[in-house]
């Protein structure tokens, strides 16, 4: 699973989540009665010749770590191993794990899943663990990210870059689009035509070569798309309710897009897929979050809205010219996403010393620095994210539009029984994709059952 994606509902998700499971009130019973259990059998508290266990979902991530620990472990006698879980299996193999008390030293998290654990006296106390000293380059985002109750619980080791459309120039050429002219895309909810759909009609053909402007096109039978709107939190429906000036969630945590403009924003969507017919059907993308990326890389696909997650799959896969562009303009900005991955320690273990000198590295500008210098992803640490710009500029490719936030980007998902709420939120907006329930009330019903599950 790429990096520090958010669920997503569909899944990948559900992130898309190919099972991301929420820890249930029994799970949380669970978790306070296991405190007593050990995350590390190796040494009694003592750091001398220590082991620590250091769990995450990224392979690339598991690989730069392993490289850059080296210097940690000669500088501290801290010895790390790195447990590298697939995203499918890791909410829940993390849940048992705490539950059963065996979990890691140290694991990533994301900020649907901290709240409950943080909740149940499972992870180190931030605050009380590092020094403000140690804490240069820790944006307030971040920390704000990962508080609960007033007090820090994870460290920022990854930041997501905004999201952005990735373009096949190929593509465009043939359609006679130039890159230029996708600077200019823009969408509105109540219009009847616009830049985006405009472009993105241009841009779809059906296998007689027809667009979606010739009378006799083929809905049935597309052989390229020109955009990927599905059902996608992070990179699809997160960007579109903050561009359309309406909200995810209020500051307690209960969902509200289901406002007037965040209808709107899901209507426009779902228009694209099942009116317009530019986007892939949700019958491939609701349960596949990889389905638009693998299309653009095999050539199917003109634009591609998606995030840095991204950035390694289509450098190695793609066989054309590629590049990348701002989001489409919205009626009140081009909106994205505000996002960290975070490094958590296990309030269990025994080695709760070489715990906290690990997190601090983590944090620091050289330990998330590891991953910028690769290009694994965005170092959470600001003091060390020119590194991560600068490898992929090295690279040929040139990823300024992902680098610049708008003022309408909306945080991730947060809050505790974020997970269930998602996954609730999940099926009814389903059907909305699908076309088969109306979307104002289909958007209604989704967040009414969202709501439910997390204040159940």
């Given at each position: 699973?790429?990096?520090?994606?958010?669920?997503?509902?569909?899944?990948?998700?559900?992130?898309?989540?190919?099972?991301?499971?929420?820890?249930?009130?029994?799970?949380?019973?669970?978790?306070?009665?296991?405190?007593?259990?050990?995350?590390?059998?190796?040494?009694?508290?003592?750091?001398?010749?220590?082991?620590?266990?250091?769990?995450?979902?990224?392979?690339?991530?598991?690989?730069?770590?392993?490289?850059?620990?080296?210097?940690?472990?000669?500088?501290?006698?801290?010895?790390v191993k790195i447990e590298q879980v697939a995203w499918a299996d890791y909410w829940t193999n993390l849940r048992n794990d705490i539950a059963s008390g065996s979990a890691p030293?140290?694991?990533?998290?994301?900020?649907?899943?901290?709240?409950?654990?943080?909740?149940?006296?499972?992870?180190?106390?931030?605050?009380?663990?590092?020094?403000?000293?140690?804490?240069?380059?820790?944006?307030e985002a971040a920390v704000a990210q990962y508080s609960s109750q007033g007090t820090a619980w994870g460290v920022p080791a990854l930041a997501d870059p905004n999201i952005a459309?990735?373009?096949?120039?190929?593509?465009?050429?043939?359609?006679?689009?130039?890159?230029?002219?996708?600077?200019?895309?823009?969408?509105?909810?109540?219009?009847?035509?616009?830049?985006?759909?405009?472009?993105?009609?241009?841009?779809?053909?059906?296998?007689?070569?027809?667009?979606?402007?010739?009378?006799?096109?083929?809905?049935?039978?597309?052989?390229?798309?020109?955009?990927?709107?599905?059902?996608?939190?992070?990179?699809?429906?997160?960007?579109?309710?903050?561009?359309?000036?309406?909200?995810?969630?209020?500051?307690?945590?209960?969902?509200?897009?289901?406002?007037?403009?965040?209808?709107?924003?899901?209507?426009?969507?779902?228009?694209?897929?099942?009116?317009?017919?530019?986007?892939?059907?949700?019958?491939?993308?609701?349960?596949?979050?990889?389905?638009?990326?693998?299309?653009?890389?095999?050539?199917?696909?003109?634009?591609?809205?998606?995030?840095?997650?991204?950035?390694?799959?289509?450098?190695?896969?793609?066989?054309?010219?590629?590049?990348?562009?701002?989001?489409?303009?919205?009626?009140?900005?081009?909106?994205?996403?505000?996002?960290?991955?975070?490094?958590?320690?296990?309030?269990?273990?025994?080695?709760?010393?070489?715990?906290?000198?690990?997190?601090?590295?983590?944090?620091?500008?050289?330990?998330?620095?590891?991953?910028?210098?690769?290009?694994?992803?965005?170092?959470?640490?600001?003091?060390?994210?020119?590194?991560?710009?600068?490898?992929?500029?090295?690279?040929?490719?040139?990823?300024?539009?992902?680098?610049?936030?708008?003022?309408?980007?909306?945080?991730?998902?947060?809050?505790?029984?974020?997970?269930?709420?998602?996954?609730?939120?999940?099926?009814?907006?389903?059907?909305?994709?699908?076309?088969?329930?109306?979307?104002?009330?289909?958007?209604?019903?989704?967040?009414?059952?969202?709501?439910?599950?997390?204040?159940?």
């Open positions: 699973y790429p990096m520090s994606r958010l669920p997503a509902i569909s899944r990948r998700d559900l992130i898309k989540v190919g099972g991301v499971g929420a820890v249930t009130a029994v799970g949380l019973s669970m978790l306070a009665a296991c405190g007593s259990g050990s995350s590390s059998d190796s040494g009694s508290g003592s750091d001398s010749a220590s082991e620590i266990t250091f769990r995450l979902w990224d392979e690339q991530a598991a690989a730069a770590y392993e490289e850059a620990l080296k210097d940690f472990t000669a500088e501290t006698g801290i010895s030293d140290v694991f990533w998290t994301n900020s649907s899943n901290f709240v409950d654990y943080a909740a149940a006296g499972k992870l180190v106390n931030i605050d009380e663990a590092i020094a403000s000293s140690e804490r240069a380059g820790w944006s459309v990735y373009y096949n120039k190929s593509l465009l050429d043939a359609a006679g689009v130039s890159v230029d002219d996708l600077a200019s895309l823009a969408w509105d909810p109540t219009a009847s035509s616009d830049t985006l759909r405009e472009i993105a009609t241009k841009l779809t053909l059906d296998a007689a070569g027809k667009t979606p402007a010739d009378a006799d096109f083929d809905a049935s039978n597309i052989v390229q798309f020109g955009y990927n709107a599905a059902l996608d939190l992070q990179a699809i429906y997160l960007p579109y309710l903050g561009a359309n000036g309406a909200t995810y969630q209020d500051a307690d945590g209960q969902f509200t897009f289901a406002s007037e403009a965040g209808v709107q924003a899901f209507g426009y969507l779902v228009d694209l897929i099942n009116t317009s017919h530019v986007a892939p059907s949700a019958a491939d993308t609701n349960d596949n979050g990889d389905f638009s990326r693998d299309q653009f890389i095999q050539g199917k696909m003109a634009l591609f809205q998606s995030g840095a997650y991204n950035l390694a799959n289509i450098k190695d896969g793609a066989s054309f010219e590629w590049g990348i562009v701002k989001l489409p303009q919205g009626p009140q900005g081009r909106g994205g996403v505000t996002n960290y991955t975070a490094a958590a320690g296990s309030a269990d273990s025994r080695q709760a010393e070489a715990v906290t000198k690990l997190l601090a590295w983590l944090g620091s500008a050289e330990g998330s620095g590891a991953l910028g210098k690769t290009g694994v992803g965005l170092p959470g640490n600001t003091g060390a994210q020119d590194t991560w710009s600068a490898y992929w500029k090295d690279a040929g490719v040139d990823v300024s539009a992902m680098m610049e936030i708008d003022d309408t980007a909306l945080p991730g998902p947060f809050g505790a029984k974020i997970q269930a709420g998602m996954e609730a939120t999940g099926e009814s907006l389903k059907e909305v994709f699908l076309g088969r329930v109306d979307v104002a009330e289909g958007v209604k019903a989704a967040q009414d059952a969202g709501n439910a599950a997390i204040n159940g």
